[in-house]
């Protein structure tokens, strides 16, 4: 059981509601927060006590066994109308925050959740320090959303905000990939299995294939992600950090001490690509109108909020690599956009198909990890084909996750607010990763500014732009999953 107090910035925003309430209340039926904890949601509208507690009970109305629970488990929750950059509200935050210390008896026990605007995230760590919020008792942790900056320059600037008042050890930058469950389990299938990791090098891997697809279209984001686009949104932090599980070295124990160096290790021999590699290499698209299971779609420029001449991308792809002994020359390639063809997240590890006995060409050997919306294995292996006559056919080996695990699984957040509680790092990104990333990224990223890669269109419903496949017939292979 954790004693602590939480105090939430944006506890009035969607990422409160659909995500954090929801997770606490998780953590609160199995346990692990009970009577010694509280909850301070800032922001800015005026709300009571009473209404915020209706808020978070109606956050969990599906989750709660009784209604009792749910309003036992909001009486937790107090309310402060907060302005940012008002001093004053900070004094009345520490008030608030040392006296449910004392009546939860959470030893000042205390974790921050920045839930907002990132332009906010070092006036408030500022005023946590300036107003002793932040005064050294029990432990501080701050977690924080992304965007961690929006380039280089921004990241740097907002790390030394932050390193003002919490040390690298208490800042816990989520990226919820991390939290999902199939992204865990790779380092347990890398690591806890003899037919994988012997063969998880360049030696015998062809390449890599990461699909992040989704349907959806930018929703009501028109506004941030126009600013943003796909590269920023899901490359810099989702599919990197991905990258780097697939690409580490096998660490000493699975510890955040042993684990973050290795995948530090894989960020920072990422091959920094010039000018013709990222116009060869690399491919940006932006979805037109068309049609997803019978319903017709707008172009991403006709959307709410999106400028009508928009060159951001929605769509991107490419190839990485990885410059260390494991896996120099091997291709990762990647993918993600919106309005693809169906939600689909999965990696294809595609092995090499050394020269056989059987005189006719033999499929690859592919590991297929899914990730969402089904979580599982596959993989394809070679067999005799049922028959008087011998040839050889390809067969896939398959697992899913069932209902019941799936319904037991932990969100995300759970799991990373969890982790955030016993003070374990291994699942978030450090700083030098978010510092090699970004590094690699801005390169892209001016070079599209540039216009030297020319935006590809797609129909909606498709997935991403003929460009995108022709990258990989370039490298003699294919997307291996072609929904
Ligand atoms: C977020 C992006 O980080 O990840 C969104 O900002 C994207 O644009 C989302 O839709 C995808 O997450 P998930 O968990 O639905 O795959």
Not at 311 to 320: C, I, L, M, Q
Not at 431 to 451: M, P, R, T
Request: proline share 4%; no cysteine; charged share 25%.
């Amino acid at each position: 059981m954790t004693k602590v107090v939480i105090t939430i910035f944006g506890a009035s925003g969607d990422l409160a509601k659909r995500k954090l309430y929801p997770s606490l209340f998780r953590l609160y039926k199995s346990g692990i927060l009970a009577e010694n904890f509280a909850v301070i949601g800032t922001a800015r509208r005026p709300w009571t006590k009473d209404f915020f507690e209706q808020v978070v009970i109606d956050a969990i109305s599906n989750l709660a066994t009784t209604p009792t629970q749910a309003s036992e488990f909001a009486s937790h929750f107090y309310y402060q109308s907060h302005d940012v950059q008002d001093v004053a509200h900070y004094a009345t935050l520490k008030t608030l925050q040392d006296e449910l210390a004392e009546t939860y008896k959470t030893e000042h026990n205390k974790v921050f959740f920045l839930a907002m605007a990132p332009e906010f995230f070092g006036t408030i760590t500022d005023h946590l320090k300036s107003e002793q919020i932040v005064d050294g008792q029990g432990f501080e942790r701050l977690i924080i959303e992304k965007p961690f900056g929006t380039d280089l320059e921004t990241a740097k600037q907002l790390n030394q905000a932050l390193s003002e008042t919490f040390d690298e050890s208490q800042i816990f930058r989520i990226d919820h990939y991390l939290g999902k469950e199939m992204i865990q389990n790779i380092f347990a299938v890398r690591f806890a299995n003899i037919l994988f990791e012997h063969v998880w090098n360049r030696e015998f891997i062809d390449n890599i294939q990461i699909t992040f697809a989704e349907s959806i279209g930018v929703e009501d984001r028109g506004g941030y992600y126009d600013q943003s686009g796909a590269l920023k949104d899901m490359v810099q932090n989702h599919i990197l950090q991905v990258l780097s599980i697939l690409a580490m070295d096998k660490p000493a124990s699975f510890s955040s001490e042993d684990v973050l160096p290795e995948k530090i290790k894989v960020l920072q021999s990422l091959r920094v690509p010039d000018e013709q590699a990222i116009t060869e290499n690399f491919v940006r698209g932006q979805y037109q109108s068309g049609r997803i299971n019978n319903q017709d779609f707008q172009a991403y420029t006709d959307e709410p909020s999106v400028n009508p001449l928009s060159k951001t991308e929605t769509f991107a792809s490419g190839v990485f690599f990885v410059d260390t002994e494991r896996f120099k020359d091997v291709p990762f390639f990647f993918r993600t956009g919106k309005r693809l063809t169906e939600k689909g997240t999965r990696i294809n590890i595609i092995f090499k198909n050394n020269a056989n006995i059987f005189g006719e060409s033999l499929k690859p050997n592919i590991l297929t990890i899914y990730i969402q919306p089904t979580e599982g294995f596959s993989l394809q292996v070679n067999g005799k084909e049922v028959g008087k006559t011998f040839s050889i056919e390809p067969v896939k080996l398959d697992f899913r996750h069932d209902a019941d695990a799936l319904g037991n699984s932990p969100e995300a957040y759970e799991k990373l607010i969890y982790d955030v509680l016993n003070g374990d790092v291994t699942n978030f990104s450090r700083w030098q990763e978010v510092k090699a990333s970004w590094e690699l990224i801005d390169k892209i990223v001016g070079s599209w500014q540039l216009d030297k890669t020319p935006l590809q269109y797609y129909p909606a419903g498709s997935m991403g732009p003929t460009k995108s496949f022709a990258l990989l017939e370039k490298y003699d292979t294919n997307w291996i999953w072609q929904p």
